[in-house]
């Protein structure tokens, strides 16, 4: 199983340069919720990995919102009287708050101010801003140049169309063998930030080409979207599929220090958080498991009420509570391939192990089973069960449709795998079934 040599190290080094040396190609591309930026990334994905690209039409509504138009910019600069550019996109694109309309002005530094954007308590930092949703424009800048900036005046260009157009995004799905799904969802919408989040754009594409690799249980289907109204719109056009949806996890900001972080769905306690918390534990990792908040990522549009998907979210970092974050800081300087390698471990070993989870059901369950007469019991009577008697007899006796194998591995502090084997074995000898997916759903209610 290359997922499971994934999750525990044999290939995360590997794997984990191609994730960073895919991450040195796609930084400098300017990014945002549309425009050909999204498409660019979504073209280097897909040199590695089958993608189906999606394109959505502005205008296209998404519950209480709608696709917007289409951003896509070419030059934007702040010249000085003298011709030399103070401000240039093409220096770093976070000069040019994301989604400005065009602009072609001469104007003075008064009335250039209102639409300039610094950090003081981080002078030497460029910040990140967006304005999808309202039309305007502007500039950001280092502090330290932008106190130095003489009374003008200033030729302000903004080379940048907003028009009709459509919302890009693209979708891996790797088939499984049985009904269900799982979702991975990571945002494309950043434009030259490393951690957030080109960590989870390479994390996913690792992790889904590595999975395509296998037969997996469920249908794993690996989504790359802008934030918000990328799963917005991906939940419009799938509500009809959401029902065969067990779980899933979002990805971002997964390669600075911080400890590994699982964001729980809303009403934690579900399979998905279990599998994470379970995962993390025995991991030996430092870690945190944190309770879900109505803000973040796109988990929360998948935990929305009217949805309430099972999805959390694995970072290490939480947004904004990094020092770099949302600024020019957020580079790759600030990500290891080390880290990247560690995060995407985790994750695999959170598919590997949720994919095998199911909960069974004892057919046999009127006192204990004759395990030797069904080729069961490989050790000589009277000796103490080895480790795949005692997992068979821990899935037997807990296998009554309210627990899974991840909590009969929990409860009887053997390896996962044991567990995972000792329900084949019993399966195969006609002492269990699968307890199908609808009790699966119910043993997650709280
Ligand atoms: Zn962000």
Not at 203 to 225: H, K, N, S, Y
Not at 267 to 273: A, F, I, R, S
Request: hydrophobic letters at 40%; a negative charge; aromatic letters at 8%.
């Amino acid at each position: 199983m290359l997922l499971q040599d994934l999750a525990s190290g044999a290939r995360s080094i590997e794997a984990a340069q191609a994730a960073f040396a895919a991450m040195e190609v796609m930084y400098p591309i300017c990014r945002s919720i549309t425009g050909d930026g999204v498409r660019r990334t979504l073209d280097i994905i897909g040199e590695t990995l089958p993608l189906q690209r999606l394109e959505v039409p502005s205008g296209t509504p998404v519950f209480d919102w709608e696709v917007p138009r289409e951003w896509n910019i070419r030059d934007a600069y702040i010249a000085g009287p003298d011709g030399a550019r103070v401000v240039d996109f093409k220096a770093h694109n976070l000069h040019v708050v994301n989604y400005s309309v065009p602009v072609r002005a001469r104007m003075s530094r008064d009335e250039l101010e209102p639409h300039l954007h610094s950090l003081p308590d981080r002078p030497d930092s460029i910040p990140y801003r967006t304005t999808y949703w309202r039309e305007q424009w502007g500039f950001c800048l280092r502090h330290s140049d932008r106190v130095n900036l003489g009374p003008g005046p200033y030729d302000v260009v903004i080379d940048s169309s907003l028009a009709p157009g459509s919302l890009s995004y693209a979708e891996c799905v790797v088939p499984g063998s049985d009904a269900g799904e799982a979702l991975v969802y990571t945002h494309t919408c950043h434009p030259s930030l490393a951690n957030d989040n080109l960590t989870g754009i390479v994390v996913a594409a690792q992790l889904a080409r590595l999975l395509r690799e296998e037969r997996p249980r469920l249908t794993w289907r690996f989504i790359f979207g802008p934030g918000t109204i990328g799963s917005l719109t991906w939940l419009a056009r799938n509500e009809h599929r959401l029902a065969g949806v067990r779980g899933g996890l979002t990805l971002g900001l997964l390669g600075d220090t911080s400890p590994l972080t699982y964001k729980c769905s809303r009403l934690g306690q579900t399979v998905t958080d279990r599998v994470a918390t379970f995962v993390l534990e025995r991991s030996g990792r430092p870690h945190r498991v944190v309770d879900f908040e109505p803000y973040g990522y796109d988990e929360r549009q998948f935990c929305s009420p009217g949805f309430d998907l099972p999805v959390g979210r694995l970072s290490r970092a939480q947004h904004g509570d990094y020092p770099q974050y949302h600024t020019s800081d957020d580079d790759l300087s600030i990500v290891s391939a080390d880290r990247l390698g560690e995060s995407m471990s985790i994750a695999a070993a959170w598919i590997a192990t949720f994919d095998a989870n199911r909960s069974l059901v004892n057919l046999c369950a009127k006192g204990e089973p004759r395990l030797g007469k069904r080729g069961l019991y490989g050790a000589v009577g009277g000796q103490a069960p080895g480790d795949s008697e005692r997992a068979m007899l821990w899935v037997l006796s807990y296998s009554d449709g309210d627990h899974d194998l991840v909590d009969i591995a929990q409860r009887s502090n053997l390896p996962f795998a044991s567990i995972v084997a000792a329900a084949q074995a019993l399966e195969q000898a006609g002492l269990v079934r699968d307890a199908g997916a609808s009790l699966i759903h119910q043993g997650d209610m709280p």
